[in-house]
């Protein structure tokens, strides 16, 4: 069976046919006539094998075989399936209200134990709308607005049930420092030295927790033979999140856009020589020499976040700016707390490309770059023999406004034919 | 729409008159008399035509003096000629709902405050003016926000940003030939202006209460007709009737918020009660609707955002509403709502209307024309038309590619904005002191981030 995505019009119409087809045991070939695979080159007239869900085949058209029983997707443009590098997608919903919104639990400015996993809803609207456009693998959890607002995991944007679709639960601890996390009256944090207070003394005593857990053995004074077992803590659910940070398990990401928030970033990161994310960033192309030094990575704002209180200095070059640094980055869709609710990672990247951003870098910034920084490039991200088949196709170039995402292949299985 | 709508506004009237053009305000004084200038070569988006490739445009006196295929244009010889070969050249951008500069008309007293003026709100140095240039916007209805039924009056500006920049508001106020500063009256229905008392909790008393404030303005007005003139007669005069009175008049024209199917329909029953002229804005699910609207003729300004959602009433916002509401026979304009949409990106709107299959000339117009009619000002500006004032963007490609850039912004005649300075090229790209050091003010409503309703 051949399926022709050039147009976006006709492609409505054979969605049900190829959705009722498509299941991961049956091979799935795309055939682009140009093939972007993020890890090297563009193909012209390239082609993609997957079978069980792994891409195995891969090069020019002509070149490779394709399998008798093989769905053939046949479009314009074909590129990695997107990873959005930072989202609340999933805990946060559509309508915006408290059915839907599990993203900011405020009863507390310190809860590094709540679980992403426990909050996701894989079928969240904003879930597929991100997948319609191309945006495979999400790095999704609870937002930006406390102290420690909670941890974050990643995921397909498909599947039932968050089991069905993780690809790495607690990936992150997500904290914040800024205007949002201060408290008012006298409620702490009420500053920002609090802000780094609270935050120093909660990794001194997760030191303290993971001490005791890490403790050896040691010799009884009494008696050679008899080891003493030490004392194991009392269980923290909340200690035993931070010291998985500690031991370098789980990122530190970090929301801050001052420079002086970033600064306190990179400080709490020396200090505690633990893993941080600076999150968003929007002082990030005033601070690229302290950033580079620091060997951090940026989950860079949406090109279009909107300049205005903590964000007021950013600019549509700062991706420019950090690819010439060296810095490692990726774009995100961010966290949005009103219109629009989500953002698309596509959109974002096309407009830093408009900005000095090389072309291919900014297919990178939305690919390859995230699925490094989050560690799991070694399955998504490119298009490799090996990884998962996670495949967005177009109509023509993907950043291109008037474009549409005519397919969305995940895990070798079509999941999406609604042109977007 | 196509009468001129002016009114009075007394109370401006003693300011505007004394800031006609050449006026202490220094309107226009601050930089030389506009010369002529002619570009040559260049592809034209006249809007009022199809696309002339190869054309030449020349303005003079800030006016438009010839537009067309270079044989058909004669370049003056007193004439600046640039060579515009490569580039795109467009009407100056028309936004019809913009809260740059401030939203500060209604607070929360009450949901009906028509006699407050935004213009009196507005902060002329805020940066959200230069990076409106940077996006090829001349014009802004600069609004109250969403958050009452009645939230205020409207100013009409121009982005009158050159060399030296206007030190008050009022300098980039649009007058009519009386100087009086022009501007419409917005209203909203939906949840934005729903709250706790004394604003209305249901639809059905959102309507009510507009409906009770329109029929006293309709006895206030009887009463000044019955006067005839005789002052002891007059009623007290009212500054907040005296707005809904303009409004039946014809002479402000209603920017009405409105987002789902049913309040799109009451606005339109609203409207054809009282007769006020309405523009239909966001309209989210006009698409739901757009036979009634067209029947309705009322015209709408959209927004187009990136999802749906953010709110109950925005769940079902779509790229295909332009495109639907355009095959219906529906005016249709867009409109940024900075800050929501920053203004640099307000072409983006049209271009993603047009990949969900709007005719482009029309996504076009939706950014200029369209947008001038619905100020009532389409014969001052909004198309590259002999006559009509200089407003012009020049882009370095198609303004629907996401990789053509503003390279140069002019109004009525003067360059505004200038890619190729170091100063104008921070608001284009943003940086150090580009942007807004406080969110906006959102009265009276709080979106789920601020606490949720009031």
Not at chain 1, 169 to 189: F, H, N, Q
Not at chain 1, 343 to 355: K, Q, S, T, W
Not at chain 1, 386 to 407: L, N, Q, R, S, W
Not at chain 2, 380 to 391: C, I, M
Request: neutral net charge; proline residues 4%; glycine residues 8%.
């Amino acid at each position: 069976m051949i399926l022709s995505l050039f147009r976006f019009a006709s492609s409505i119409a054979i969605a049900s046919i190829a959705l009722q087809v498509s299941h991961a045991a049956q091979p799935l070939v795309v055939q682009a006539k140009k093939l972007i695979t993020a890890a090297g080159p563009t193909i012209e007239n390239g082609t993609i094998v997957s079978v069980d869900g792994k891409i195995t085949a891969l090069g020019k058209s002509a070149d490779i075989l394709v399998p008798d029983n093989a769905i053939v997707l046949q479009c314009a443009v074909a590129m990695p399936g997107m990873v959005d590098v930072r989202t609340c997608a999933g805990l946060s919903g559509i309508l915006n209200v408290e059915h839907d919104s599990d993203h900011l639990e405020s009863s507390s400015p310190l809860q590094p134990e709540l679980r992403a996993i426990d909050a996701y809803n894989p079928n969240e609207e904003l879930v597929e709308y991100l997948r319609n456009f191309g945006v495979t693998t999400i790095h999704t959890g609870h937002a930006p607005g406390e102290l420690i607002s909670g941890q974050t995991l990643i995921t397909k944007t498909t599947g039932n049930t968050i089991e069905a679709a993780l690809m790495v639960d607690g990936r992150a601890i997500a904290a914040t420092l800024a205007e949002s996390s201060k408290k008012s009256g006298k409620t702490s944090p009420g500053t920002r030295g609090k802000q780094m207070a609270m935050l120093r003394s909660l990794f001194i005593e997760a030191q303290e927790y993971q001490a005791k857990l890490n403790a050896k053995p040691t010799a009884s004074s009494t008696s050679d033979k008899e080891k003493k077992e030490p004392e194991p803590p009392v269980r923290s659910l909340r200690l035993e999140a931070l010291a998985e940070v500690l031991s370098g398990k789980k990122a530190l990401l970090i929301t801050a856009d001052r420079a002086q928030d970033i600064a306190s970033a990179i400080r709490l990161s020396d200090e505690f020589k633990i893993k941080i994310w600076l999150d968003s960033a929007a002082d990030a192309h005033m601070m690229i020499p302290q950033i580079k030094a620091s060997g951090i990575s940026v989950l860079l704002h949406p090109s279009m976040a909107r300049a205005s209180g903590e964000k007021e200095n950013l600019s549509f070059e700062t991706a420019k700016k950090l690819r010439a640094a060296n810095v490692p980055f990726a774009i995100q869709g961010g966290f949005e707390a009103y219109v629009p609710k989500v953002r698309v990672v596509l959109f974002e990247a096309a407009v830093a490309a408009a900005h000095g951003l090389s072309y291919d870098d900014a297919i990178e910034s939305i690919t390859i770059s995230p699925a490094r920084i989050l560690g799991i490039d070694h399955r998504v991200g490119s298009l490799v023999i090996g990884k998962d088949a996670d495949i967005a196709m177009f109509d023509g170039d993907p950043f291109e406004y008037t474009t549409h995402c005519v397919g969305v292949v995940i895990n070798g299985v079509m999941v999406s034919t609604a042109a977007q | 729409m196509n009468t001129r709508r002016e009114f009075l506004c007394a109370t401006t009237l003693a300011v505007a008159s004394s800031a006609l053009p050449q006026s202490t305000f220094g309107l226009h004084s601050q930089t030389k008399s506009p010369g002529t200038i002619a570009w040559t070569n260049a592809t034209l988006l006249p809007v009022d035509g199809p696309s002339i490739q190869k054309g030449t445009l020349v303005i003079q006196e800030g006016k438009i003096k010839g537009i067309g295929a270079a044989a058909n244009v004669t370049i003056p010889t007193d004439a600046t000629v640039i060579n515009a070969e490569g580039k795109w050249v467009m009407p100056g951008l028309v936004c019809t709902h913009s809260h740059i500069g401030g939203l500060g008309a209604a607070d929360g007293s009450g949901p009906i405050q028509p006699g407050v003026r935004v213009l009196d709100s507005l902060n002329v140095r805020d940066s959200g003016f230069r990076r409106a240039l940077a996006g090829g916007l001349t014009t802004l209805n600069i609004m109250p926000g969403s958050g009452h039924l009645i939230s205020g009056q409207t100013v009409y500006c121009k982005l009158r940003y050159f060399e030296t920049s206007p030190r008050t508001i009022d300098e980039i106020f649009i007058r009519d030939k009386d100087g009086r500063a022009i501007g419409g009256l917005k209203m909203a229905n939906g949840t934005n202006s729903q709250g706790e008392s004394p604003f209305p909790g249901t639809r059905g008393k959102s309507a009510f209460l507009v409906r009770e404030q329109y029929i006293k303005a309709r006895e206030y007005q009887a009463k000044i007709v019955a006067a005839k003139g005789d002052a002891s007669k007059l009623p007290p005069r009212d500054l907040h009737l005296e707005s809904l009175v303009e409004a039946m008049q014809g002479k402000r024209i209603v920017h009405h918020h409105t987002h789902r199917h049913d309040d799109i329909m009451t606005v339109i029953r609203l409207s054809q009660e009282f007769g006020f002229q309405t523009v239909l804005h966001h309209v989210s699910e006009g698409w739901k609707v757009a036979k009634e609207i067209a029947e309705a003729k009322l015209p709408c300004s959209i927004i187009v955002l990136d999802s749906p959602g953010g709110k109950v009433e925005a769940k079902e916002m779509t790229f295909k509403n332009g495109r639907v509401l355009d095959e219906a026979g529906v005016k249709v304009a867009f409109h940024t709502d900075d800050w929501i949409t920053d203004s640099r990106l307000f072409m983006r709107s049209a271009a993603l209307a047009v990949r969900a299959g709007m005719n482009r000339d029309k996504a076009i117009a939706g950014l200029t024309l369209a947008g001038a009619e619905m100020l009532g000002l389409e014969d001052r500006f909004g198309s590259l038309t002999v006559g009509k004032e200089a407003d012009i963007a020049i882009l370095d490609g198609d303004p629907l590619s996401v990789y053509s850039r503003v390279l140069e912004t002019w109004v009525e005649g003067k360059k505004a904005f200038d890619l190729s300075k170091p100063e104008d090229q921070l608001f284009a790209e943003g940086g150090l002191n580009a942007g807004s050091d406080l969110d906006p003010f959102l009265c009276c409503f709080a979106p789920a981030w601020q606490g949720g309703a009031k």
